[in-house]
């Protein structure tokens, strides 16, 4: 129905009475809103940027080689909010976003997302404070705008969740399937194809020639990971607009993971074919990196393909699908000028103070929080865990600090660690204690590094080191890799030991929440494997962790900004002598 004069000229009289400051005032508010956004969730961002761009802090690199840089899944995350910002001026360009406030539901949702930033903040979980970060802007759109603006804005705003890095042990065994999967189907296509024979050991495929073999690895940047998570996004993007509706869009997005896994295995199978008939050098060079951008241009045509199979087979089956326009029955109309100075305007009211007024003093409790929470457990106070010399099963051993790489360090993120090898007779045992400023990201399991850097774990399980002086029972995680290594790990929380990656987090959160002191470090030891028998590398490791254990509860339980931070000697000989079995 078209507004009469009357009905326009009310409705500009109640939004005048709802906006009783001067017109000026419009844009400092809405200057001051994005200012406590960004104080509130700036230590977010930063954490967001570093995991977009891993190798972002190597500043002797050019700008080129510090974006594609070092291992990396969310690349495309700049992209993600440069899009939403774009998809949403478009909506409110053409399409009618009335102004109606919804502020109780609004605040509901404003207070609950702030609640959780705070808390993510005390526990230094900062994806979890990305996902807090879209919550506020679905309270303050309620608040401001209400429940109509947002389902009519609702994709822009959900399309944000592509830009927020998960914890890389989340996706390590969707990691490891893609990769899996991926070789194994680009290996059976390239069988298909006359003169060319392939098999498959784990990550690495050999190519069987006239000379012998060629050998690629099929390393974490071709497991199609990065591709997954890029695609989803991309499938998200292209189910909005397409020209399916309903629960079939859902489908359309579903099917971007398998879009991934294909587009990603005939990747593989092109791969395989350029070093067979060129070299491993032209496969793994420019052709590598040529069919890194390529391959999306591929997934755009399956996603084409899927769409208009799905509109094939409805109409085969006598139930086409009804073709209607993407916003039918929204767009705006003549009637609806000035709808841009309105959704801009709502932030003039008393609400919009209210708002403000919450979102500066929640800016400043995370502040607080972020200042009042330091790191106790750094690499000054690992060093001194553990004494230079121990005696393990009446051997003397002796050490010297190794660093690790700017890669390693990149990936652990962190830079506080203790790497420090011991050695006697001719045999050497690393132990490592590895945390990060939170000391959360920097503990994820062993088993990542491992595998990330082209190693293949054969036997891995739970294990338990007995007889612990001070402790009795430590719970730990062993393994077995093709490189005759063996890594026997776990992780203190607190004042506890736990094999368990997911105890280990839940008790960092709740000490986090409880304390305001998420201490938590990872405790490794590598053992090299004299023959294929793993047990004498086994007791070696088993007794290294009996007789470092007392050090570091001593030390990482009385760091020096909460004992006296003094030195605290063990005697490194106690139970040396005792039952190095597991």
């Known amino acids: 129905m078209v507004q009469t004069q009357l009905e326009k000229a009310e409705t500009a009289a109640s939004f005048a009475r709802e906006r009783p400051w001067p017109a000026w005032l419009t844009p400092v508010l809405w200057a001051a809103v994005v200012v406590c956004l960004w104080r509130m969730f700036a230590t977010m961002f930063r954490e967001m940027w570093v995991r977009w761009f891993p190798a972002w802090h190597y500043t002797h690199l050019d700008l080129y080689d510090r974006i594609v840089g ?30 109606g406030p919804t502020p109780k539901l609004g605040g509901l949702v404003l207070g609950g997302s702030l609640l959780l930033h705070l808390a993510a903040s005390l526990a230094r979980v900062n994806f979890i404070s990305g996902f807090a970060f879209i919550g506020v802007l679905c309270g303050l759109m309620l608040v401001f705008w209400g429940g109509l603006a947002l389902r009519r804005l609702w994709f822009p705003l959900a399309f944000l969740f592509f830009m927020v890095p998960l914890p ?17 189907i680009g290996v059976e296509l390239a069988n298909l194809f006359p003169g060319v024979y392939c098999s498959r050991s784990g990550n690495q495929v050999f190519l069987w020639c006239d000379e012998g073999y060629k050998q690629l690895v099929v390393a974490n940047v071709c497991n199609g990971l990065r591709t997954l998570i890029s695609l989803l996004a991309f499938g998200a993007l292209y189910a909005f607009i397409c020209k399916l509706r309903g ?25 395989l074919l350029v070093a067979h008939i060129w070299d491993e050098e032209a496969a793994t060079g420019w052709f590598h990196d040529t069919s890194g951008m390529l391959i999306f241009v591929l997934a755009f045509l399956l996603m084409f393909a899927i769409e208009k199979a799905i509109l094939g087979l409805r109409a085969l089956v006598g139930r086409p699908a009804k073709l209607t326009d993407l916003f039918a029955g929204q767009l705006r109309t003549s009637d609806d000028q000035g709808q841009w100075s309105r959704l801009m305007g709502s932030v003039s009211s008393r609400r919009g103070v209210a708002c403000l007024m919450v979102l500066a003093l929640s800016a400043g409790g995370v502040w607080w929080v972020n200042q009042h929470s330091p790191s106790t457990l750094t690499s000054e106070v690992a060093k001194k865990a553990l004494p230079r010399t121990l005696t393990v099963d009446d051997v003397l051993y002796n050490s010297e600090d190794l660093p690790l790489t700017e890669q390693e360090q990149t990936i652990l993120e962190t830079r506080d660690y203790l790497y420090r090898r011991f050695m006697a007779g001719g045999q050497w045992v690393d132990f490592s204690i590895i945390f990060s400023q939170d000391n959360r990201k920097g503990t994820h399991p062993p088993d990542l590094c491992l595998e990330g850097s082209g190693g293949n774990i054969v036997y891995k399980q739970d294990v338990t080191v007995r007889d612990v002086p001070g402790r009795g029972d430590v719970r730990c995680r062993e393994l077995i890799t093709t490189q005759g290594i063996y890594v026997l790990y776990t992780y203190k929380c607190g004042q506890e030991y736990t094999s368990s990656f997911w105890r280990q987090q839940w008790v960092i959160w709740v000490n986090g929440l409880l ?20 047990e004498p590398a086994r007791q070696r490791a088993a007794a290294f962790m009996r007789a470092g254990v007392p050090h570091i509860d001593k030390r990482l339980d009385n760091p020096p900004d909460r004992a006296d931070g003094h030195d605290v000697d063990v005697d490194a000989d106690a139970d040396a002598d005792a039952d190095a079995g597991v």
């Open 70 to 99: 070092c291992e990396r899944y969310y690349t495309h995350g700049p992209l993600v909010p440069l899009v939403s910002v774009v998809i949403m001026l478009l909506l409110i360009r053409h399409v009618r976003v009335p102004v």
């Open 168 to 184: 890389e042990f989340t996706i390590a065994d969707l990691n490891f399937y893609l990769k899996m999967s991926a070789a194994a």
């Open 515 to 534: 304390h305001s002191n998420a201490s938590g470090a990872l405790i490794r030891i590598v053992v090299p494997m004299q023959d294929t028998d793993p």
């Open 247 to 271: 629960a079939w869009r859902v489908v359309l997005f579903v099917m971007s993971v398998g879009v991934a896994l294909v587009a990603n295995s005939l990747r593989i199978l092109a791969l």
